[in-house]
T-cell receptor, first 111, second 113 residues
Framework: GIQVEQSPPDLILQEGANSTLRCNFS?????LQWFHQNPWGQLINLFY???GTKQNGRLSATTVATERYSLLYISSSQTTDSGVYFC?????????????FGEGTQLTVNP | KAGVTQTPRYLIKTRGQQVTLSCSPI?????VSWYQQTPGQGLQFLFE???????NKGNFPGRFSGRQFSNSRSEMNVSTLELGDSALYLC????????????FGPGTRLTVL
């Protein structure tokens, strides 16, 4: 099956710093999503970005599908940005849907 | 528009019992997928249902099963619970099957004693 690797596994920042999270995948994909998992476990949608660049406030994401990677940028980080960030991809299946997740990046933003 | 809802939110069972979890998708969404999250294995796909039919299945034993009703609500069942089934079970909904943005519910945290 498809492999998804996220880096770095852990990231500690001071409030106000910028960061870049990376997601590499081993095969062509038709769907790529970034999520933030809150302390209660819910996955919050950040971006649906199979290709191209999107921005939402302090967050932006870029997927270069031909080179099989995606980047999530967080600018002017806040303590509320802390948590685990997941990248998930979906490749062409013979039937149905299936997201394959990376292991996540644990982000800690200190005041 | 209401999000994905899952019930119950927390559950404690003992080995050998069975459990049923419920998921109501976002209104208008017809695809429901289930995922298991554990510290050791991460987030893993269980199965997906669309139009009351299982469309895709992950690598889980037959003790894990599911179904979808005509109103798109879905249930998953785990029989003969094992300690290793302790996990956060997440349900996701999307408009259609295949390459659609998926939206997740708050999860059901299952503890097997």
């Amino acid at each position: 099956g498809i492999q998804v690797e996220q880096s770095p596994p852990d990231l500690i920042l001071q409030e106000g710093a910028n960061s870049t999270l990376r997601c590499n995948f081993s095969d062509s994909v038709n769907n790529l999503q970034w999520f933030h998992q809150n302390p209660w476990g819910q996955l919050i949608n950040l971006f649906y970005i199979p290709s191209g660049t999107k921005q939402n406030g302090r967050l932006s994401a870029t997927t270069v599908a031909t080179e099989r990677y995606s980047l999530l940028y967080i600018s002017s980080s806040q303590t509320t940005d802390s948590g685990v960030y997941f990248c998930a991809v979906e490749r062409r299946e013979t039937s149905g849907s299936r997201l394959t997740f990376g292991e996540g990046t644990q982000l800690t933003v200190n005041p | 528009k209401a999000g994905v809802t899952q019930t119950p939110r927390y559950l404690i069972k003992t080995r050998g019992q069975q459990v049923t979890l419920s998921c109501s998708p976002i209104s208008g969404h017809r695809s429901v997928s289930w995922y298991q999250q554990t510290p050791g294995q991460g987030l893993q796909f269980l199965f997906e249902y669309f139009s009351e039919t299982q469309r895709n299945k992950g690598n889980f034993p037959g003790r894990f099963s599911g179904r979808q009703f005509s109103n798109s609500r879905s249930e998953m069942n785990v029989s003969t619970l094992e300690l290793g089934d302790s996990a956060l079970y997440l349900c996701a909904s999307s408009l259609q099957t295949g390459y659609n943005e998926q939206f997740f519910g708050p999860g059901t945290r299952l503890t097997v004693l």
